[in-house]
């Protein structure tokens, strides 16, 4: 296989990972669906061997299960998996605003997360769901990386493809989630403003616990 051969086999791999990547994330692929190599190649005219390439990777990452001759099944997001995911974000975010509280860059942050917030309410949704579900990521990751802790921070980014496929789809299923995540930012903003620790860790845990319920309770 001569160079320019190698490296269009790996850009077709890079776009069928994309390509059933994000609509794994943004839910056009729902948990239990099943995929064949055939679908995905036909979509992006493409050959079979790049997309079996690309569900590999999506196997290990946990989003896909591969089974011989039939496809890839969309791993569902599990009630152990939202539970843990919730556990770890309040107590790292909650973290995150007690050590900027500490620091006295409180206003500042806040400053930076109320413009993600005015991101979000500028999005027409339902129909911008994706981007508001990538807004709502940002708008918590601008807390946590103010805290300045590089191994919390690169912890934090490890969860980000589970924060986002679990908003996408808790707001597929819960549409009043929209206004009350953007009442629920607002409030998380002034309470940082405030410098109000307990307060914010008790609403931090409402808001995610809120968002992540939608998806037990469907």
Known sequence: MSTSDRSQRRAAGERAYEWVKDRILDGRLEGGQLLSEGEAASALEISRTPVREAFLRLEVEGLLRLYPKRGALVVPVSAGEVAEVTEARILLESHAAATVIARGIQADVADAMTAVLG????????????????????????????????????????????????????????????GAILDEHERLCTLLRDSDADAFREQLAAHIGGTHGALLDS
Do not use: I, K, W
């Open 119 to 178: 991101g979000q309410r500028r999005l027409d949704v339902p129909r911008e769901t994706a981007a508001f579900s990538r807004l709502d990521r940002q708008f918590h990751a601008t807390l946590v990386e103010a805290a300045g802790n590089s191994l919390l921070t690169q912890f934090y980014s490890g969860l980000h493809d589970r924060q986002v496929r679990m908003a996408n789809s808790a707001l597929h299923r819960a549409p009043s989630r929209y």
